[in-house]
């Protein structure tokens, strides 16, 4: 799993526990992760993809001899998607006949009630670890719905360290941009990754490749992740679809194992995203997740019901498995892929 020990005013801190969707597939826990870990006191996750807790019931399940149980800390949206986004992972690999490497019960632990410290934006949690305080404090990063980076503060002497791996400063159709230009002027030290969140295809140019393919009857393939960005990208479509009246020409279609779960928990979740989305449901203009032009499928079979019934119309398709690698992604991808006239869109 992909992680970054930080030690700081006396607390050992693990940031992220993420899982790369490359990597070949293991058939247990004591494939992926030692039985020698160093113990931390808290582990700090920055928003609910797998890059950043894809790793967490393999970490947390990984020593039946000294089991591990640090808290873990993140936004609530951070821990409901997280949830969907490690059901659908686990589906996507079990359809494929491939072991995981944990179970949903592992999944299910991972995120019982004792687990988990739930923070709002800019709420503080004080922690005391050898006489030394340390405030840790959640700010909005953007790109992904309850992500964020962490401040650190040492109370003692002010001492500010920012835990930022991942930010967005665009503002989106669902999300704000990150507030670090905000909360981070004054801190000592910064932790970041290189190139912050990775800069997406301007909505123009996605929009124009997709219907260039619809109209010479070819099918889109976008693969998405199972609860991340795919949001931003519903809802661009949607009104896409909406305001062009394309719904009896050509298909939109969203294809995930958990993606009517997801899309559920996201209508609850409008005081975590952009300003406009709460005040659209607040005057009475429908829900923005109500999604009037998606048809949302659990699977490619019932994709292909969908598409039949349209009669064939073209399709466009946002299904889970953004690396290709497996779930619906892969298997449309191996079924259009030698159709010349078919376009697989990375967004």
């Known amino acids: 799993p992909s992680c970054t020990l930080v030690e700081y005013a006396g ?35 920055t928003d609910s993809t797998l890059s950043s807790l894809g790793g967490l019931p393999m970490y947390f399940g990984g020593n039946q001899d000294k089991k591990r149980n640090p808290p873990f800390l993140a936004t609530y949206p951070t821990v409901k998607m997280g949830q969907m986004t490690l059901y659908d ?72 360290v920012i835990l930022a791996p991942t930010y967005h400063h665009a503002k989106e159709k669902h999300l704000a941009g990150s507030t670090l230009h905000k909360f981070g002027v004054n801190a000592d030290a910064l932790l970041t990754m290189p190139g912050g969140a990775r800069g997406n295809r301007s909505e123009a140019e996605m929009i124009e490749s997709m219907m260039a393919a619809l109209r010479r009857d070819g099918n889109v393939l976008l693969p998405v992740d199972a609860s991340g960005r795919v949001l931003e990208l519903l809802l661009i479509l949607d009104r896409y679809w909406e305001r062009q009246r394309l719904g009896g020409a050509y298909n939109l279609c969203w294809v995930g194992p958990m993606a009517l779960n997801t899309i559920e928990f996201a209508r609850s979740q409008l005081e975590w995203m952009a300003e406009p989305l709460g005040a659209q449901f607040d005057s009475q203009r429908g829900h923005p997740y109500a999604l009037k032009s998606v048809r949302i499928c659990s699977s490619v079979a019932e994709l292909e019901s969908v598409i039949e019934s349209s009669n064939g119309n073209p399709t466009a398709v946002l299904a889970s498995g953004s690396s290709l690698d497996h779930g619906p992604a892969r298997d449309l991808l191996l079924k259009w892929g030698d159709n010349p006239d078919n376009l697989v869109l990375i967004t």
């Open 11 to 45: 607390m050992k801190l693990l940031l992220n526990a993420g899982w790369d969707e490359t990597l070949p597939a293991a058939t247990s826990v004591s494939d992926i992760i030692p039985n020698e870990l160093p113990d931390v006191d808290a582990i700090l996750i």
């Open 89 to 160: 992972h686990h589906a996507s690999l079990s359809l494929d006949g491939t072991h995981p490497g944990y179970s949903l019960d592992d999944v299910d632990a991972v995120f019982g009630e004792e687990s988990v410290i739930t923070l709002k934006y800019s709420q503080t949690l004080n922690s005391k670890t050898s006489n030394k305080l340390l405030s840790i404090t959640p700010h909005l990063s953007g790109h992904v719905v309850g992500g964020c980076y962490y401040v650190l503060k040492q109370l003692a002497d002010d001492t500010e």
